[in-house]
């Protein structure tokens, strides 16, 4: 156990103040056996993950890998996925659950044992009259079963039988009762057997003398027309068996954890149908279902993971779960409830809850200050905030920027609490903070990280430098002009130090090329990035997360820029695979600059891997010049070529944290140039609207503080012309000394 701040409340979220929980027996005693196990011991469980670990030791060497593979077994999980309690706020957007209501949630990582849980409202659903808490509680076990019974698509007067009757098991056998289907049972340990006879379902032991004639001549000499494998093991009997059990053109549906190797004299024969059931049904590990509330079309997916929530409580009464006889313990108690999953039959129960005292609060933040302030420099050391700890936070930036003197690390806040507080100790953050805002409000800090999810950089980004704090905001600045829009006036009005989270400005390679490019001479830039495919349920590709384009091409965007003299003025793009900016995993940009240099951005998303990821190829007057992967420059001037190698391929994650330290220490870093990031993310904006019209735009914005901090505000009523920046065509704010403050301090 341990003390954690609460979550945050999400929009299309729940916020939940728990009175139940049930521990699911056989999933978290396998959870915990495995983070018991050691290194070998998980090695043998996933096997697939082995292969990843040696695939990333080929390319990142084996002192690397080890401590990213240590740093993922260190970090504790939430245990929990089924409780019930009371509503105690609700996000923007949720408008069918609200607070008071008493609600049963599901969801590994959402509902799990903890006094407050924030859950998306698509795995949370209202509690009828008459349904305890407590056998609320159930519900998300309970979905599970109902699942794998929507899966074996029985009709009315199907003869049914369950392989395990542990508790998702029992809650099948119910069900199907409820339900008026003819059940039988079986389980190898006794005690489950005698329990479901003891409701009055039939069920017998797996070492019954001719199992399957048995079972037969219950049903007058028939056999099964659907079996449910619910149980647990890395056996193949159950599988087996249910092939034994089933009638000619039966259905087999595999619920549990169970190895599926059907022997074809039995399948081939009958023509079985093997079906899986995943999770709680329709929506299970869909983010856009899940997380951004996205419905299903009722007439085609009628039976979504809610409705199976809601169906296992209107069914509650039916279900005699007091026949379970589920052990209840108090939640600080916890670590006995856990003891007793792995006491030895028949003291070991099938359901075991967890009890909360509902009297936990959630305190609001301190309100935010009504007018803009103003940065004043740390006289001494700075101290640092974080609004995120992920991955790209712990392995690629606090470990470059806590080794930088006269930094010290202040608050952390995260979504996630129980990441939070154990990030907060390994890196020595002064306070976890209960929420974003709680440590904005705090005052304790002189410069705030934005490590967040994509969706939330700009409006963070904007309020942190409202504040009058320091910003450093990891890519993308925001997803949406109007988010760049706010951050831009709130860093013209703060003169708040700020750098944009585009590493590969910093990378060596990069540097050195810069310095050797002729003055003020008009490049051709290629630059090619084999990024390889993301699975089509990876979160970029949630509409809230603005896809690759906005989240990683807007880097190569900034590389590309930040060797450029002039600024971009138009931009075209082409998705490969889809004109939906989202969606699109290939995509192939042309940008045009105001000196008459162009840059092409070919982003294959499709490549396979093992291929190099990045390749900048720079032609211009004399010289020609090409970054491999960061690993080395080669320059061709002159009629000679040279060559710098760069040890480990470093991408700039060091520098740029030096730089950020640098900032705050009141230096003149020209290299950090917020109003170039500013650029490099309208472009991005643009090229995601090109994709969707006629595949180009123009980027200079005409009025508004984004045009105002870019310097191409025009006067009213008069638009940009071709090429055209300014009203001054004189100005040019890349020639003025940039990323200490904002314009008005330029």
């Known amino acids: 156990m341990a003390q954690i701040p609460p979550p945050v409340l999400q929009p299309g979220a729940v916020l939940i103040r728990n009175r139940y929980s049930l521990i699911s027996a056989g999933t978290e005693r396998a959870t915990l056996q495995t983070g018991a196990s050691g290194i070998v011991g998980k090695a043998r469980q996933r096997p697939d993950q082995v292969k990843q670990v040696l695939d990333t030791a080929r390319k990142l060497g084996v002192a690397e890998t080890y401590r990213m593979v240590q740093d993922r077994l260190d970090r504790p999980m939430t245990l929990g996925y089924s409780c019930a309690g009371e509503v105690i706020a609700v996000g923007a957007g949720v408008d069918d659950i609200a607070p008071g209501m008493r609600v049963a949630a599901g969801g590994a990582g959402y509902a799990s044992h903890a006094e407050i849980v924030a859950v998306p409202r698509n795995l949370v659903v209202p509690v009828p009259d008459g349904v305890e808490d407590r056998w609320a509680a159930f519900a ?75 079972v037969a001549r219950h049903w007058g000499g028939v056999k099964a027309d659907a079996v449910l494998v619910t149980a647990a093991t890395t056996s193949t009997d159950p599988v087996e068996l249910a092939g034994n059990l089933a009638r000619d053109r039966a259905t087999v549906v595999v619920v549990g954890d169970v190895k599926v190797a059907p022997p074809r004299s039995t399948f081939y024969h009958k023509e079985l149908t093997v079906r899986y059931s995943r999770s709680y049904g329709p929506g299970r590990y869909d983010p ?148 974003a805002e709680h440590g904005l409000g705090s005052q304790d800090a002189d410069c705030v990280m934005v490590l967040s999810r994509h969706d939330s950089h700009g409006r963070y980004a904007a309020e942190v430098l409202r504040r009058g704090i320091a910003l450093y905001c990891e890519k993308p600045l925001g997803l949406t002009e109007d988010e760049l829009e706010r951050v831009a006036d709130a860093w013209s009005r703060s003169g708040a130090p700020a750098l944009a989270g585009f590493n590969r400005r910093f990378a060596p390679a ?137 040890r480990g391929a470093p991408k700039g994650h060091a520098a740029e944290m030096g730089a950020l330290a640098r900032l705050l ?82």
């Open 288 to 435: 856009r279902f899940e997380e951004a509330g996205q419905p299903y079309p009722e007439g085609y997916v009628p039976w979504t993971e809610r409705r199976n929530l809601a169906e296992v409580l209107r069914l509650a009464p039916s279900l005699d779960l007091e026949s379970l006889q589920p052990r209840v313990f108090a939640v600080d108690d916890a670590a006995e409830a856990y003891r007793a999953l792995h006491t030895e039959r028949p003291e070991r129960r099938v359901a075991l809850l967890l009890r909360y005292p509902g009297t936990a609060e959630v305190t609001g933040p301190p309100p935010a200050p009504s007018e803009p302030a103003q940065w004043s420099r740390p006289s001494g050391t700075a101290r640092i905030a974080a609004i995120g700890a992920g991955n790209f936070a712990t392995k690629m930036l606090f470990p470059h920027l806590h080794r930088q003197p006269g930094v010290a690390f202040s608050w952390l806040a995260s979504a996630r609490g129980l990441t939070a507080v154990q990030q907060g100790r390994r890196w020595g953050f002064h306070t976890v903070a209960e929420s």
């Open 510 to 646: 990069v540097q050195e090329l810069r310095a050797a490019l002729p003055q003020g001479a008009p490049l051709q830039i290629v630059y090619r990035v084999f990024a390889g495919r993301l699975p089509d349920d990876h979160w970029y590709f949630d509409p809230r997360q603005g896809g690759r384009l906005l989240g990683e091409v807007c880097h190569f965007i900034d590389t590309a820029s930040l060797l450029v003299p002039g600024l971009p003025v138009s931009v075209s793009a082409v998705g490969a695979d889809t004109r939906d900016p989202v969606r699109a995993q290939n995509i192939t940009l042309h940008l045009v600059y105001s000196d008459s240099s162009t840059a092409s951005i070919v982003y294959g998303g499709s490549t396979p891997p093992g291929a190099p990821k990045e390749l900048i190829e720079v032609a211009c007057d004399g010289l020609a010049a090409r970054i491999d992967d960061f690993a080395s420059l080669t320059l061709w001037k002159r009629g000679k070529e040279s060559k710098s190698v760069f």
């Open 665 to 746: 220490r009141g230096e003149n870093v020209p290299d950090a140039d917020f109003r170039l990031a500013l650029w490099s993310s309208l472009a991005a904006c643009r090229a995601a609207e090109a994709m969707t019209r006629d595949g180009r735009a123009e980027i200079a914005p005409a009025t508004g503080a984004l045009a105002a901090a870019l310097g191409c505000a025009l006067p009213a009523g008069r638009q940009p012309g071709p090429g055209e920046l300014s009203a001054d065509e004189e100005a040019d704010p890349r020639q003025e000394p940039v990323g200490t403050a904002g314009p008005h301090h330029a």
């Open 140 to 214: 998300t076990v309970g979905a599970i079963a109902l699942q794998g019974i929507h899966q074996a698509e029985a009709v009315p007067g199907s003869r049914i039988v369950v392989i395990g009757l542990g508790l998702v098991g029992q809650l099948t056998v119910r069900l199907l009762r409820a339900y008026g289907y003819d059940t039988v049972g079986v389980d190898r340990d006794q005690a489950a057997v005698q329990a479901t006879r003891s409701i009055g379902i039939v069920a017998y032991p797996r070492d019954t003398e001719d199992l399957a004639g048995t």
